[in-house]
């Protein structure tokens, strides 16, 4: 099989949400000496790109996840054949990813993990019901470029402004750090009023307004 | 911030809320527009409780709904203090956490691989569904104490039950892998779910209120809608209604499917907190589906929770502006739950904009299905 064709079937197995396959193709990518990073960037990610494109028009959540299951699947085979000093070095930034405190929703989140992923930046997540002491730890810890906070419930808004309050205490923003806030119910006026410097309204927009923050 | 200016004098009321409401759903003239702001976990603010202590404890959870109505003056009350009452009657642990809504253990679901959805109905025992059991004494207890109120009981519906028995990621996979599992479960939980709303009808609940929240654009596509959530939600539509009691829906995500809630459900009225699938503009929104069903909202939580007095006036003006003269009815209220948090005066300034600025309602035709042939 050609280059040509294994990127395809690899885009094809994330289209197509088929994990067996993803794993086959990756493994003939392997086989056929094609660049690991290469296969990922030009074979996987083109199909989770055309299903993030499409989000709310022809694809939904449920496809977002299995699409994105489809897309491990081969990148797992694919990513333990690179150094992580090459992933490190194409690294576009690293973020950390929770759900406020008091919220246990993580579904959202989770599909914002997946496109960030996909798109080359390294995800610190910190899962669910998480304090914003430890949104604020974690960046500091890991020189994050963004701290990405998930909120399902209303009643959960103020801990936006507590962590972003925190980070001011410690110069995070000052220093290039950027704070997005999005789910659900969070709308763009409750995301600024909360002080925070980035919304979007899905996790595909949330890509692409991280990508302009940071740029 | 702008101010509203001399307002005009509040209208003198000679309706009970039962009167207005029931007045709207079968087109009579009203004294005022009915006003819903869905105060829920708020009412624990009238006695100061945090919502572990509300939430479990149902003498208390009565006395604050029924305090918080005769304090604000609202037309309705929906008596859920959360949405895992009935999770827990199939014996999902629920966490009552102090300063927020409950939820079940996300670490220890119930249902833990689809082969567990074959068992779902040996969860369920009505002599351990404490919660579900409460419930109907509370509406009971409600009808008897504020007879001219109307009371709404509620059901989450079956998929909406088992995102709160099973983790939701797992779920979603399931939507496309285990589906036959998926509908067996399902059907069970209906059938339990039915015998739920018609222990609250019989209890003095006048509506039923379902969140049918994944007919949604933000969630799934109409196709699978129709095939996994819309047959045993039409089940449950197609039983209150023979009961004679009023099928209301409530939708919270992006992009509610409209059409289908109407071709399929056939709700009297919908409480959106969006937009609906295909509509840009509130106006559309009136033009396009103002014919079929009662509107009730489209106060923002955001606004109620962050709002003053005056700006919820000015927006309350502004929708029954927009809302007031759709042709099926229109209750001014809030989009979703009122915010536990939020100040409890906002929902006064609601009954005050309905009592000001919705005085000598004229109400619509009521929801109108006659060309859609069926019940």
Request: proline share 5%; aromatic share 8%.
């Given at each position: 099989m050609s280059k040509k064709e294994i990127l395809y079937k690899l885009k094809q197995s994330v289209l197509n949400f088929d994990e067996k396959t993803a794993v086959k193709a990756a493994k003939e990518a392997i086989d056929a000496g094609i660049d690991p990073l290469e296969a990922i960037k030009d074979g996987l990610y083109p199909g989770l790109k055309e299903i993030a494109d499409q989000y709310e028009q022809t694809y939904y959540i449920t496809d977002m996840i299995l699409a994105s299951d489809a897309f491990y699947a081969g990148t797992n085979i694919l990513k333990s054949k690179i150094a992580p000093e090459k992933v490190k070095a194409i690294s576009k930034g690293i973020a950390v990813l929770g759900v406020v405190k008091g919220d246990v929703h993580d579904l959202g989140k989770n599909m914002v993990k997946y496109l960030f992923e996909a798109e080359g930046f390294e995800i610190i997540d910190l899962g669910f019901d998480v304090p914003a002491e430890k949104f604020v730890e974690e960046a500091e810890k890991n020189n994050a470029n963004l701290i990405l906070i998930s909120v399902?419930?209303?009643?959960?808004?103020?801990e936006i402004g507590k962590i972003v309050k925190l980070a001011k205490g410690r110069n995070l923003q000052a220093k290039g750090v950027k704070i997005m806030a999005g789910g659900g119910p969070v709308t763009e006026n409750i995301s600024f009023q909360q002080g925070a410097d980035g919304w979007a309204l899905t996790a595909p927009l949330a890509v692409k307004k991280a990508l302009d923050l940071l740029n | 911030m702008s101010k509203i200016g001399k307002m005009p004098k509040e209208c003198e009321e000679y309706m009970t809320p039962m009167e207005r409401i029931t007045g709207l759903l079968t087109r009579k003239k009203l004294d005022r527009v009915p006003c819903f702001p869905f105060v829920s976990a708020a009412a624990a603010q009238i006695r100061r409780l945090n919502y572990g202590e509300y939430a479990t404890n149902p003498d208390l959870f009565l006395r604050c709904q029924i305090e918080a109505q005769q304090l604000i003056g609202y037309d309705g009350i929906t008596a859920m203090p959360d949405l895992c009452v009935e999770a827990q009657g199939f014996g999902a642990k629920i966490i009552y956490p102090p300063d927020n809504a409950a939820y079940p253990d996300p670490y220890n679901p119930i249902i833990k691989s689809p082969n567990d959805y074959k068992n779902i109905g040996r969860l369920f025992d009505w002599s351990h569904a404490d919660r579900m059991n409460n419930q109907i004494k509370v509406i009971k207890t409600i009808k008897e104490e504020l007879p001219d109120l109307m009371i709404g009981g509620m059901t989450i519906g079956p998929l909406g039950l088992i995102s709160r028995l099973r983790n939701v990621n797992e779920l979603v996979r399931d939507f496309a892998h285990h589906k036959d599992k998926l509908h067996d479960a399902q059907e069970i939980i209906t059938d339990i779910q039915i015998e739920y709303i018609e222990k609250q009808i019989e209890s003095g609940a006048r509506t039923i209120m379902v969140p049918v929240v994944l007919a949604e654009r933000e969630l799934m596509s109409k196709e699978m809608w129709l095939e996994l959530d819309m047959p045993y939600q039409k089940k449950i539509a197609d039983f209150v209604r023979k009961k004679r009691a009023f099928y209301m829906v409530h939708t919270c995500g992006r992009g509610p499917y409209f059409d289908l809630l109407i071709e399929h459900?056939?709700?009297v009225l919908i409480q959106n907190a969006f937009l609906p699938d295909?509509?840009?503009?509130e106006q559309e929104m009136v033009e396009k589906y103002g014919k079929k069903l009662i509107f009730l909202g489209f106060l923002s939580v955001s606004l109620l929770a962050w709002a003053n007095p005056h700006e919820v006036i000015k927006e309350c003006k502004r929708e029954l502006e927009v809302f007031g003269k759709s042709p099926a009815g229109y209750i001014l209220g809030a989009?979703?739950?009122?915010?536990?948090?939020?100040?409890l005066y906002n929902a006064m300034a609601i009954v005050k904009a309905a009592r000001t600025y919705g005085k000598n309602f004229q109400t619509g035709m009521g929801a109108n299905y006659e060309n859609e042939g069926g019940g």
């Amino acid at each position: 099989m050609s280059k040509k064709e294994i990127l395809y079937k690899l885009k094809q197995s994330v289209l197509n949400f088929d994990e067996k396959t993803a794993v086959k193709a990756a493994k003939e990518a392997i086989d056929a000496g094609i660049d690991p990073l290469e296969a990922i960037k030009d074979g996987l990610y083109p199909g989770l790109k055309e299903i993030a494109d499409q989000y709310e028009q022809t694809y939904y959540i449920t496809d977002m996840i299995l699409a994105s299951d489809a897309f491990y699947a081969g990148t797992n085979i694919l990513k333990s054949k690179i150094a992580p000093e090459k992933v490190k070095a194409i690294s576009k930034g690293i973020a950390v990813l929770g759900v406020v405190k008091g919220d246990v929703h993580d579904l959202g989140k989770n599909m914002v993990k997946y496109l960030f992923e996909a798109e080359g930046f390294e995800i610190i997540d910190l899962g669910f019901d998480v304090p914003a002491e430890k949104f604020v730890e974690e960046a500091e810890k890991n020189n994050a470029n963004l701290i990405l906070i998930s909120v399902m419930l209303s009643s959960m808004f103020p801990e936006i402004g507590k962590i972003v309050k925190l980070a001011k205490g410690r110069n995070l923003q000052a220093k290039g750090v950027k704070i997005m806030a999005g789910g659900g119910p969070v709308t763009e006026n409750i995301s600024f009023q909360q002080g925070a410097d980035g919304w979007a309204l899905t996790a595909p927009l949330a890509v692409k307004k991280a990508l302009d923050l940071l740029n | 911030m702008s101010k509203i200016g001399k307002m005009p004098k509040e209208c003198e009321e000679y309706m009970t809320p039962m009167e207005r409401i029931t007045g709207l759903l079968t087109r009579k003239k009203l004294d005022r527009v009915p006003c819903f702001p869905f105060v829920s976990a708020a009412a624990a603010q009238i006695r100061r409780l945090n919502y572990g202590e509300y939430a479990t404890n149902p003498d208390l959870f009565l006395r604050c709904q029924i305090e918080a109505q005769q304090l604000i003056g609202y037309d309705g009350i929906t008596a859920m203090p959360d949405l895992c009452v009935e999770a827990q009657g199939f014996g999902a642990k629920i966490i009552y956490p102090p300063d927020n809504a409950a939820y079940p253990d996300p670490y220890n679901p119930i249902i833990k691989s689809p082969n567990d959805y074959k068992n779902i109905g040996r969860l369920f025992d009505w002599s351990h569904a404490d919660r579900m059991n409460n419930q109907i004494k509370v509406i009971k207890t409600i009808k008897e104490e504020l007879p001219d109120l109307m009371i709404g009981g509620m059901t989450i519906g079956p998929l909406g039950l088992i995102s709160r028995l099973r983790n939701v990621n797992e779920l979603v996979r399931d939507f496309a892998h285990h589906k036959d599992k998926l509908h067996d479960a399902q059907e069970i939980i209906t059938d339990i779910q039915i015998e739920y709303i018609e222990k609250q009808i019989e209890s003095g609940a006048r509506t039923i209120m379902v969140p049918v929240v994944l007919a949604e654009r933000e969630l799934m596509s109409k196709e699978m809608w129709l095939e996994l959530d819309m047959p045993y939600q039409k089940k449950i539509a197609d039983f209150v209604r023979k009961k004679r009691a009023f099928y209301m829906v409530h939708t919270c995500g992006r992009g509610p499917y409209f059409d289908l809630l109407i071709e399929h459900l056939r709700p009297v009225l919908i409480q959106n907190a969006f937009l609906p699938d295909g509509v840009k503009t509130e106006q559309e929104m009136v033009e396009k589906y103002g014919k079929k069903l009662i509107f009730l909202g489209f106060l923002s939580v955001s606004l109620l929770a962050w709002a003053n007095p005056h700006e919820v006036i000015k927006e309350c003006k502004r929708e029954l502006e927009v809302f007031g003269k759709s042709p099926a009815g229109y209750i001014l209220g809030a989009s979703c739950e009122y915010p536990p948090y939020a100040p409890l005066y906002n929902a006064m300034a609601i009954v005050k904009a309905a009592r000001t600025y919705g005085k000598n309602f004229q109400t619509g035709m009521g929801a109108n299905y006659e060309n859609e042939g069926g019940g």
